[in-house]
Nanobody, 128 residues
Framework: QVQLVDTGGGLVQAGDSLRLSCAAS????????MGWFRQAPGKEREFVAA????????SYEDSVKGRFTISRDNNKNTLYLQMNHLKPEDTAVYYC?????????????????????WGQGTQVTVSS
């Protein structure tokens, strides 16, 4: 199993950028499909982005496509989410997640139930 610690959130203005990091310890990082999810007040947790074990394939929710970039460094056991052109609608708690069991396919990587391990969450607030 792995332990995940996600950091990098903060309070920014619309149009600004943030980079979130997720540090993994334990297990073998390269064995895990990794994802980012977010949960806004009063809403369900939703898929943001996912990345395959090798980092060669990435996937995004439509509303963040072209603005957010997910990446990973398997040598540093770290997952990243670069967020550009932030909007107030992006305000949420962001969670990184890991799963070793799943194949990398849309019905699995975009579903929170597919992931075994979760970070504690980091708050992103975007003011207008």
């Amino acid at each position: 199993q792995v332990q995940l610690v996600d950091t990098g959130g903060g309070l920014v203005q619309a149009g600004d950028s943030l980079r979130l990091s997720c540090a993994a310890s334990g297990g073998t990082f390269s064995s895990y499909v990794m994802g980012w999810f977010r949960q806004a007040p009063g809403k369900e947790r939703e898929f943001v982005a996912a990345i395959s074990r090798t980092g060669l394939t990435t996937s995004y929710e439509d509303s963040v496509k072209g603005r957010f970039t997910i990446s990973r460094d398997n040598n540093k056991n770290t997952l990243y989410l670069q967020m550009n052109h932030l909007k107030p609608e992006d305000t949420a708690v962001y969670y990184c997640a890991a799963d070793r069991r799943t194949d990398y396919r849309p019905t699995l990587y975009s579903t929170s139930r597919s992931y075994e391990y979760w970070g504690q969450g980091t708050q992103v607030t975007v003011s207008s």
